[in-house]
């Protein structure tokens, strides 16, 4: 049971836009604790795709985007490509269990 | 260039220990924690706590204390995750990440570390 909660998969055609979503409470990311997002591959590590709620590493297409409000965040990928194959998990940090923790990761078909 | 690279794959049998280790390169080693995340075939990412390589300080995550031990070796600029008391749910692949700026952002991770507990 994960502490912050995404749907387990989501699928979209190319180009079109998809949503996942992240829901915590009041001791993460209702907290004011920032959401960050990982992109995992078939086979491979994470690879860190959002940051502090909103913000793009280097190199990360601008396709991709974060928000939060409240207890919950959101990411969006428009324009969807069949490279984004791939699952999607949600970190952030939780004051009451003095831990990082993360969704149970959402995983992206493309029609 | 920033770079993490673990330690390869291990077999174990149940009751024995194993320690992951992490070398960083491309930035000031002691500057930043290091933390551990596993992943079990199949599931999602669980925390295991971090260790600040500056003043060896660790947080291990509740679930896991008692078992797992973090330590670093600024020398060689590494650092190694230890599990005791292997049990065949320890079965997972072990990753090392940086966390930037005691913020959360974790940035880049290790390539991974598949441990295999098995009789």
Known sequence: QSVLTQPPSVSGAPGQRVTI???GNSSNI???HHVH????LPGTAPKPLIYGNDNRPSGVPDRFSGSKSGTSASLAITGLQAEDEADYYCQSYDYSLDAHVFGGGTKVTVL | QVHLVQSGAEVKKPGASVRVSCKASGYTFTAYFIH???QAPGQGLSWL???DPKSGATNVARHFQGRVTMTRDTS???AYM???SLRSDDTATYY???EIEHSGRFDPWGQGTLVTVSS
């Open chain 2, 76 to 78: 060689i600029t590494t």
């Open chain 1, 21 to 23: 979503s992240c829901t």
């Open chain 2, 96 to 98: 090392c990440v940086r």
């Open chain 2, 49 to 51: 706590g971090w260790i």
């Open chain 2, 82 to 84: 230890e599990v005791s």
């Open chain 1, 37 to 40: 997002w990982h992109q995992q």
């Open chain 2, 36 to 38: 551990w995340v596993r």
């Open chain 1, 30 to 32: 209702g907290a004011g």
